[in-house]
């Protein structure tokens, strides 16, 4: 008999889906998986994670770099616990992971063994989907429905959980698949749009979503003041050259959400820039005075629209999306096509005429499109200041045709502002859960997908400190990341929240760290430090030079913060702009 175990089939099974690289950390329950995947190291790259949070989130920077599904290993209980936060950052954002736990031997399960957690149960409202294996057989079926749900619809993570007895166990090597999946795992039907394509109109079922695209593009035709809002759902259906072409033909202009920034080129004469609560001025002035606003694989989430009921109060909205779920979520939404924008976004430009809208063109540019003014660096003297930090550091991610991964914070903010062009799948962030120690180990994920890159991680030194281990695995694996920490010496968005809301009053929001350049040492990590402005590119020519991994310390103004503003509460006109622009 050609006979295997349940670990056996997991490695087969990963291989059959073409996966090469798998991010995680061993430990007892998930043993007998770790010693196949010695047997199969051949073709099985495993990067060694110091904790399994970064294990996740380097899946997570894997599958946003390189469009395919990221894989993360743990054991059980709290191996399995401590990817909670990658997986709910993967189903905000639309990133497609499947994750591999250890569970302990079927014949203990439900007696509070050593390290057993029902880690379905757990993880039931972050994932899209889960399954308990409960027969060495049912892997091959089992890893095969896991990735297909990854990729389906909107994409997102699942959980395949192994017991310890199941992976151990040996079972006759049959013809793919081994047996139809007989309902060990819990439905999550109803987190996959991908069976359903179909539109609404003013609540009103339609069949199918052609004519829901045919009134879209009636609409786009007469109206005088339209937007487009895209997002990362543009860049997740490869629709990037079509938007390009749909803007062009119907002369529109284009906001990008956080997560759709390398949707749409930033030199473009159409691009307005990032629109919410830290867009330019551009962008959320014209999203106000707008009457269709055409949205694109976006969620139209909190802090993107505002007040709800100040959101583009005289425009008709347009949504397209492919999760059902989505749609009128948080804003009102007048028509609606729930399909996959990989057909319904060359539909609609199918149906466009050439136009042109010269007065809202000319309306449009009284705004501003920078949200600061450029400077030439060669000019600056001085104490660092935070943007132009940033700002300098986004010039040689697009500059250098790289890839960046940015925490949670004001740098975040920053960046996103001042990042020129970028190709489609090269700018991580999280976005909808915002987590703090996200941008280290989604670099090292980049960097692991797509190695002729240059991958740049750019992190505060507050989320910087939550997943600082994972600079031994940056050294391990000689990934030759450029990580730039900007050094405030605060939780800078906490600080600036407090500072506008809570009179100054500083709560825990002051924070110490160690000596960068002594820390970048003890792993073996060459590292920088500047925090003079004059000294800036400098420095930074010396990093893009630096073969293998560097550390750069930028040491700036603590208390300098991010605008444009908009406050909770607000709609986008009531932003509140930096003090020189209001004193001007």
Known sequence: MNSATGADLVCDALLRERVSVLFGHPGGAILPFYDALHRRSAELR????????????????????SGEVGVCVATSGPGATNLVTGLATALMDSVPMVAITGQVPRGVLGTFAFQETDILGVTTSVTKHGFLVRDAADVPAVVEEAFRIARSGRPGPVVVDLPKDVQAERTERLD?????????????????????????????????????????????????????????????????????????????????????????????????????????????????????????????????IGRPDGFAPDARIVHFDIDPTAIGRTVRVDLA??????????????????????????????????????????????????????????????????????????????????????????????????????????????????????V??????????????????????????????IDNGYLGMVRQWQERFYEGRYSASRISGPDLVGLGAAYGIRALQVDRAENLEATLDRAVATGGPVLIAMRVDPEENVYPMVPTGAALHEMVMAPEAVAG
């Open 176 to 304: 793919w698949p081994a047996r139809v999946l007989d309902g060990s795992a819990r439905d999550g039907s109803a987190r996959d749009g991908s069976a359903r394509d179909g539109s609404a109109l003013d609540g009103s079922a339609l069949e199918g979503s052609g004519a829901a695209i045919a009134r879209a593009a009636a609409w786009l035709e007469r109206a005088e003041r339209p937007v487009v809002l895209a997002g990362r759902g543009v860049v997740v259906a490869r629709q990037e050259r079509t938007l390009a072409r749909f803007v062009e033909l119907a002369d529109l202009p284009v906001t990008t959400s956080l997560l759709g920034l390398d949707a749409f080129p930033a030199s473009d004469g159409r691009s307005l820039g990032m629109p919410g609560m830290h867009g330019t001025e551009r962008a959320n002035r014209a999203i106000q005075a707008a009457d269709l606003i055409v949205g694109l694989g976006v969620r139209f989430d909190d802090r993107i």
């Open 456 to 485: 740049w991680a750019v992190a505060g030194d507050g989320g910087f400190q939550m997943n600082l281990q994972e600079l031994a695995t940056v050294a391990q694996e000689e990934i030759p990341l450029r990580i730039a920490v």
């Open 337 to 454: 096509v729930v399909a996959d924008l990989a057909d319904s976004l060359p539909t609609l430009l199918a149906s466009l005429q050439d136009q042109h809208r010269h007065g809202w063109w000319e309306r449009i540019r009284r705004w501003e499109r920078d949200a600061a003014p450029p400077s030439d660096p060669a000019l600056q003297t001085g104490p660092l200041g935070a943007r132009a930090a940033v700002r300098a550091v986004a010039r040689r991610v697009s500059g250098g045709g790289g890839i960046v991964a940015s925490d949670v914070g004001q740098h975040q903010m920053w960046l996103a502002q001042e990042l020129g062009d970028l190709e489609a799948r090269s700018h991580l962030t999280s976005g909808g859960l915002g987590t703090m120690g996200y941008a280290l180990p989604a670099a090292i994920g980049a960097a692991v997908a797509r190695p002729n890159r240059p």
């Open 46 to 65: 495993h990067v060694l994670c110091r904790h399994e949070q970064g294990a996740a989130h380097a899946a997570d920077g894997y599958a946003r770099a």
